[in-house]
């Protein structure tokens, strides 16, 4: 899942980026609220972290400009602000959360799980495709109850294949949610971790869990036979 964290204080900024990366979360990071608002409008983004405080256009500014556009990415306002009327503005809006700093790292993390599981119909942090299990509270992944160990970079991208099972996700769609700003197009890391997933999931290669549709893209089938 990829998220855009907008915010100024390069400290927190980088503190709350280590701290999703350790999640597992692919990070993008605006430290100006038009430079938050054009990588919003560039990119498909799972959530979008927005500190209020900014440079340039405010946070409140750039959620009400978002939600204009029709960009339906959820949001989380994060402020040193917290008299009720501000987190009524802040909703009023279009926000989502309103997260007063400073926070609880272990809270923050659980709120951004449940704004995700928000945008999903079965509600809940576990999914399933054939015998694969993934926690994403846990981060652990299963197959036939047999712990899997991944890089992050492998999980979140079986993460993306099993939020899209059984249909077919583009290179494209992978490296919009999966990768941040700075992947180039034209390498083959796509392909290689692919690769590497499979070969994890599947050593004996008896089943093709993740299935090449030629010219365009992939699909990780939900129930195998």
């Known amino acids: 899942m990829r998220i855009l964290v907008v915010e100024d204080e ?14 597992r979360y692919t990070v993008d990071i605006a430290y100006h609220g038009e430079n938050g608002l054009r990588m919003a409008e560039a990119n498909p983004y799972d959530l979008i972290i927005l500190d209020i405080m900014l440079p340039g256009k ?87 109850d047999q712990e899997i160990f991944l890089t992050p970079k ?18 494209t769609m992978i490296s919009e949610h999966v990768w941040n700003e700075d992947f180039d197009s034209f390498s083959n890391i796509i392909d290689v971790f692919i690769n590497n997933l499979r070969a994890k999931l599947e050593p004996d290669r008896k089943k093709e869990l993740i299935k090449t549709i030629r010219g365009v893209g992939y699909v990780l089938k939900g129930k195998f036979k």
Not at 10 to 23: P, Q, S, T, V
Not at 154 to 171: I, K, P
């Open 10 to 23: 390069k400290k927190i900024a980088k503190f709350i980026e280590r701290g999703l990366k350790a999640h």
């Open 58 to 144: 405010d946070g409140i500014t750039v959620c009400k400009e978002l939600r204009e556009k029709k960009i339906d990415s959820p949001i989380m306002m994060l402020t040193a602000k917290s008299s009720v009327s501000d987190k009524v503005l802040a909703l009023q809006i279009g926000a989502d959360d309103y997260l007063v700093k400073p926070f609880s790292f272990e809270e923050f993390t659980a709120r951004i799980a449940a704004l995700l599981r928000r945008t999903r119909s079965d509600k809940t942090s576990l999914l399933k495709a054939g015998d694969i299990l993934l926690d994403q509270m846990t981060h652990k992944v299963t197959k036939a």
């Open 154 to 171: 492998e999980y979140s991208l079986l993460e993306y294949f099993m939020l899209n099972a059984d249909q077919v996700v583009t290179r």
